[in-house]
Structures are given as structure tokens and as C-alpha cells.
């Protein structure tokens, strides 16, 4: 048990157990869940959900009911572990299946809000995943891939209902593509660059689900680090809390 941790996001208050040796929650898990604009009531999905972070995290925002879809068992076990330590057996569910099967625990335009922080990496030949498996299954597109999650989006949501989602910006023609082809709209991107003078390495998306047009607003560019190394007053409100 030494390498099982408790941990907690931001200024949320919930506690999250992780396995450092599995996968640990890290800067676009933070960035995501300050990101998000949470409905008050009825049904929130987190996506990919690995040990639930973001889903639990976002129980402290809303008293909406909260579904985790996690494929990963082992990770799936920690946000079970999570959900009993902070009470929140009634309102938080994780769902341990591949999300390709979501429809069959979840109606289809039935949920107000959807999160996702997905594998950012597509297999390929050249690909060299690491010796840990689900790691490698957390951040590479092993067992989903952006088209599947953009579906599972447009069936689960509701009309005109938002879907939220962070990824790497060098593959956002491919995000908006699919987004499009799925009926699923970017209203609003920021994003992320680690100094002032480097190329973004994240991007942050707020779309909804609607088969008409949408305008696009991008919001000022998120900076993490000021000249000297230290947080942005932005970035350290966000992560510190």
C-alpha cells in the first residue's frame, strides 16, 4: 500500500487515491477540471475517466449525478475506493467498460455534460510505448481513439449540451474534424503554453452538441511560467487554489 497515495485536485476537497507506480493525475487533469463549466443538476459523464479524478473532483462544483467510464479495471478500482472515502456513493457511479459500450448503462440524449481527458498519442509503427501497460493504455490510442469518443459524445449528450475535452494542439485539425463530423460544435478554446515564448503544448476545448453552426471564441492564451520559473498568478490560482 506505500505506493497508493491520497491526493486532491486544486481546491476542490475531495480526496483521490492513485498508484504512483499506474498512473498519477497531472497538469491537464488541473487544467481541465478549473476548465470546466459544470451544470448544477442532472447527469454529468466523465469519459476516460482513469481513477476518476476529474468526475469526483467536479462533485465538489454541482450536485449533479456523476458517471465515470473507465476501461481500465485497475484504475476503475482506485475511483471505486474514492467514491466510498468521500461519501459520494450516491451521486458518483464508476462503470468499469470499454466506452464503446456506454449506450448500454447510459440512454442516448440523456446527459447534460460530458468530460474527457483521452490518450493524446495514435499507434503507429514507429510508436515505443512504456513498459507500464496501463499508462501506456492511459496515453496512447490503444484502446480508443478520438472518433469513438466524439460518437459516444453525440449519442450520450443532450441538444445544445457541452462536451469538454483537453489534447495536444497539434492535433486539432484531426479533433475538429471528428468533432464535425459528430455534430459536436468548439464554442470556446484556450491554450496552454508552459512560458510566454514557447509553442502552446495543450489546448483546452468547450464544445456543444447542435447540428447548426457555432461561432468560435478563443480566449487568451493560459501562461504557467513567468521569466524566472515560477507559477503565473493565473496558474497558480488554477493549481494551487
Avoid: W
Avoid at 4 to 28: C, M, P, R
Avoid at 115 to 127: G, V
Amino acid at each position: 500500500m506505500e505506493k497508493i497515495t491520497k491526493d486532491i485536485i486544486s481546491n476542490s476537497g475531495i480526496e483521490i487515491y492513485q498508484d504512483k507506480d499506474l498512473y498519477s493525475f497531472n497538469l491537464d487533469t488541473i487544467l481541465l477540471y478549473n476548465f470546466v463549466n459544470p451544470v448544477k443538476k442532472g447527469t454529468i459523464v466523465d469519459l476516460c475517466s482513469g481513477n476518476g479524478v476529474i468526475g469526483l473532483s467536479l462533485a465538489s462544483k454541482t450536485d449533479a449525478n456523476i458517471k465515470l467510464i473507465e476501461i481500465q479495471k485497475e484504475l476503475a478500482q482506485l475511483a471505486v475506493e474514492s467514491i466510498k472515502l468521500n461519501n459520494l456513493e450516491n451521486r458518483v457511479e464508476m462503470i468499469n467498460i470499454d466506452l464503446k459500450n456506454a449506450q448500454k448503462y447510459i440512454n442516448h440524449d440523456s446527459v447534460d455534460l460530458i468530460t474527457c481527458n483521452p490518450p493524446y498519442f495514435k499507434i503507429d509503427d514507429n510508436t515505443k510505448t512504456k513498459n507500464n501497460e496501463v499508462l501506456s493504455k492511459a496515453r496512447h490510442e490503444l484502446l480508443t481513439n478520438l472518433d469513438d469518443i466524439c460518437n459516444m459524445a453525440k449519442i450520450l449528450l443532450k441538444e445544445n449540451k457541452h462536451f469538454y475535452m483537453v489534447h495536444r494542439p497539434e492535433r486539432l485539425v484531426e479533433i475538429f474534424s471528428s468533432m464535425n463530423k459528430h455534430n459536436l460544435q468548439p464554442k470556446k478554446i484556450q491554450f496552454v503554453r508552459s512560458y510566454d515564448d514557447k509553442d502552446a503544448n495543450l489546448v483546452l476545448i468547450d464544445a456543444i452538441k447542435t447540428v447548426k453552426s457555432a461561432s468560435l471564441k478563443i480566449i487568451p492564451d493560459l501562461v504557467i511560467y513567468d521569466e524566472n520559473g515560477n507559477l503565473t498568478s493565473k496558474a497558480e490560482k488554477i493549481i494551487n487554489g
